[in-house]
């Protein structure tokens, strides 16, 4: 897959962000587009995810560019996700994908365009979801993938999260595609309330005990607050004793970030090699928490904002198989002009108050955390390689010199 080392004069790496969840832009954070990609800019964000209801990221904004435009302008790569999905009807944004292609053409950049979203999900479906909607969706999506790549485009497919089935010996017809790195798997990694090294951790692995202290370290101002420190300490180590299992993998439990080891594991099963693959929603959001009911996660505590900016820090640090990662959610009502639905989850925005700063009240922990943390361009990852293997051999020169 065609990927470039730079846009507008911006190394690319593999930070992203969730745009906020509006498919029209122009009456919303276009009407001051500079502070908006001057803040991703800030945190060394590369991609993001960016709705379009119908041809609403092509419209030119107040300033004559488009939500595309503005986004290339900063170096900054979208992911076209076309919204609504109403299914059962197959897609029809034939045109809207010829004017983004062309739109993307002169910045060097192949776009990814994504459609559905969570294809298991009511909400992609004009009635209700059918008890066959896998192939049908499977099939939509396929008819989807061609339009995309006729028209110069990359076709991503779309995470459920979590699909209990390997979706590729259903969709053989794109296989040339996959191969030749016309389609990506945009995946939905929740972590949730387990972190990012779940289900290697020693916790899970291990039942690793907490003593009080433990527990104010991790919640943090937030340990007085019960709506995160919910669970009795009592209870959260019994719990670890019980359910720890050293032989778990991201491929028995895919709920939780790491959950792209299962694509992985069905990309290595049906190419023999790992594909183009990407993260466009996912990560951790202040308060959540895995499984519900009799199934919760209770041995770890719910992510608070100091916690989802040093998870979200740490998984940018990891190495895997995932060209970018655009975790949930940059901002709600703030780009949006109105609350959408998502205020708590939001990196930008007025909830959490007490996390701010004179220099950006409205912004979380996260922001600062990103801004601080420099990111990683794959060739600087590849030079560092290089360096650790010229010192090894440097150093056993200089062993072998003596004896």
């Known amino acids: 897959m065609f990927i470039p080392t730079k846009v507008s004069g911006r190394p690319v790496n593999n930070r992203g962000v969730h745009l906020s969840a509006i498919g029209h832009h122009v009456d919303a954070w276009l009407k001051d587009p500079d502070y908006w990609t001057d803040l991703m800019v800030s945190m060394n964000l590369t991609h993001c995810v960016c709705l379009s209801d119908s041809d609403g990221a092509m419209v030119p904004g107040p300033d004559g560019r488009s939500a595309i435009q503005v986004l290339l302008d900063a170096g900054i ?10 299914l059962p009807r197959e897609f029809t944004h034939m045109d809207h994908v010829t004017t983004a292609v062309t739109q993307a053409e002169p910045y060097g950049v192949k776009l990814i365009f994504q459609w559905p979203n969570e294809p298991g999900n009511y909400r992609e479906w004009v009635k209700d979801v059918p008890d066959d909607w896998w192939p049908i969706f499977l099939d939509r999506w396929q008819g989807f993938a061609r339009i995309v790549i006729d028209r110069g485009g990359i076709a991503g497919f779309p995470d459920g999260p979590c699909y209990d089935e390997d979706p590729f010996p259903r969709i053989t017809s794109t296989w040339d595609d996959w191969l030749a790195g016309n389609c990506i798997y945009l995946g939905h990694f929740y972590g949730l309330n387990r972190p990012p090294d779940y289900p290697y951790d020693a916790i899970q692995r291990e039942g690793l005990q907490w003593t009080e202290d433990d527990l104010k370290e ?25 359910q720890m299992d050293p032989c778990l993998t991201a491929i028995d439990d895919d ?7 299962k694509v992985e594991y069905w990309m290595l099963l049906n190419f023999g090699k790992v594909l183009p693959m990407a993260l466009t929603e996912g990560g951790w959001t202040p308060g959540a928490r895995a499984g519900g009911g009799p199934n919760s996660e209770l041995r770890y505590p719910k992510p608070t904002p100091d916690t989802v900016a040093k998870y979200t820090t740490q998984m940018f640090s990891e190495h895997t198989p995932m060209l970018f990662q655009c ?15 998502w205020p708590y989850d939001a990196w930008h925005g007025w909830t959490f108050p007490e996390t701010g700063t ?3 009240p409205r912004c979380k922990p996260v922001i600062r955390a990103l801004q601080e943390k420099v990111a990683v361009t794959p060739e600087q990852e590849i030079s560092a390689a290089q360096g650790q293997i010229d010192d090894a051999v440097l150093a056993l020169d200089q062993v072998l010199s003596l004896l």
């Open 77 to 86: 790569q979208p992911v076209i996700r076309f919204v609504p999905s109403n």
């Open 255 to 261: 709920t939780c970030w790491r959950g792209f080891e």
């Open 327 to 341: 975790p949930w959610l940059l901002a709600d009502g703030d780009m949006a002009g109105g609350d959408q639905g």
């Open 358 to 360: 004179p220099e950006c």
């Open 218 to 242: 991790a919640l943090g101002p937030w340990y007085d607050d019960p709506g995160y420190n919910d669970v009795p300490l009592d209870v959260m180590n019994r719990k670890r004793i019980e």
